[in-house]
């Protein structure tokens, strides 16, 4: 195997998998999505080389188009080298690794994936928010919130679930006003995690209703349904200096 499509987790550097620290430790290039926390190239060996890839929002002239990415994987891999291509949360979650885990495979370049916790559902745990829990919700859905007019409402009706939005910051009030004309209760309990497990961690509790105003600065994990009135209330974050640094809940 020369390419290794690598889920970093939420953030904080512990939460890698083993199996991802140890390949990210002898990595020869380090292909780096702009989301993933710059702390996890800690033990990286110094002479590698880091490639920072990724979009940048409303920025297409600083974003790297998708095929240019695969591209120079498959050129990376036909070296022989140790390339690992690191993405945020789990590489096959809203996280186009699938995309690259088939270019490598049609241009017959050797590949492992080594999952990742995802955001989804990692950013709501640390919150203390069980995303299904006996009496609450008995089902949970990940929803893309880029956008919105491309979301099924119709399957996701109100009801004894949850639905957990990634990439909604920007459309926040569009969803909140969609779940609404889906037939949501105002008042259903809404948990905002921006930048989970990050020193500049957020969390905010609120209800759909707030959600129609509430500024939610990306990253943001957005939590919808009775489970998110179990969002902590207060919380401590590593910080990048090892560091305990208390935040308070915003409510
Ligand atoms: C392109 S998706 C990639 C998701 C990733 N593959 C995963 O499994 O977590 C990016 C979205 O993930 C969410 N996200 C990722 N990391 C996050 C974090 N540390 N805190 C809050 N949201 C996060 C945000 O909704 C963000 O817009």
Redesign the pocket.
């Given at each position: 195997v020369t390419v290794y499509l690598v889920?970093a987790?939420?953030?904080d550097p512990d939460l890698i998998t083993r199996r991802g620290a140890a390949i990210l430790a002898r990595a020869d290039y380090v292909v780096i999505?702009r989301?993933v926390?710059r702390r996890l190239l800690a033990d990286v060996p110094c002479d590698s080389i880091i490639v920072e890839v990724g979009k940048v929002p409303g920025q297409p002239e600083l974003s790297w188009a998708q095929d240019d990415i695969s591209e120079m994987l498959i050129a990376l891999g036909r070296t022989g080298v140790t390339v690992v291509r690191l993405?945020?949360?789990?590489?096959?979650?809203?996280?186009?690794?699938g995309e690259e885990l088939r270019a490598l495979r049609n241009a017959g370049v050797a590949v492992e994936v080594v999952p990742?916790?995802?955001?989804?559902f990692?950013?709501p745990a640390l919150s203390g928010i069980p995303v299904t829990s006996r009496g609450l919700s008995s089902q949970v859905t990940v929803v893309?919130?880029?956008d919105p007019s491309a979301v099924e409402w119709r399957h996701l009706g109100p009801g004894d679930r949850t639905i957990v939005?990634?990439?909604?910051?920007a459309h926040s009030a569009v969803l909140a006003q969609c779940l609404i004309d889906e037939g949501w209760p105002p008042h259903t309990d809404v948990a905002i995690?921006?930048?989970?497990?990050?020193a500049s961690?957020r969390r905010t509790h609120t209800s759909i209703a707030g959600l129609l105003t509430e500024a939610v600065r990306?990253?943001?994990?957005?939590v919808v349904g009775a489970v998110a009135a179990l969002v902590d209330r207060a919380y401590v974050s590593a910080g990048v200096d090892g560091l305990g640094t208390v935040s308070a809940l915003v409510d």
């Open positions: 889920g987790g939420p953030g999505d989301l926390d993405k945020g949360g789990d590489p096959f979650v809203f996280g186009r690794g990742g916790l995802s955001s989804a990692a950013v893309s919130g880029h939005f990634l990439m909604g910051s995690t921006e930048s989970g497990s990050w961690e990306s990253p943001a994990v957005i």
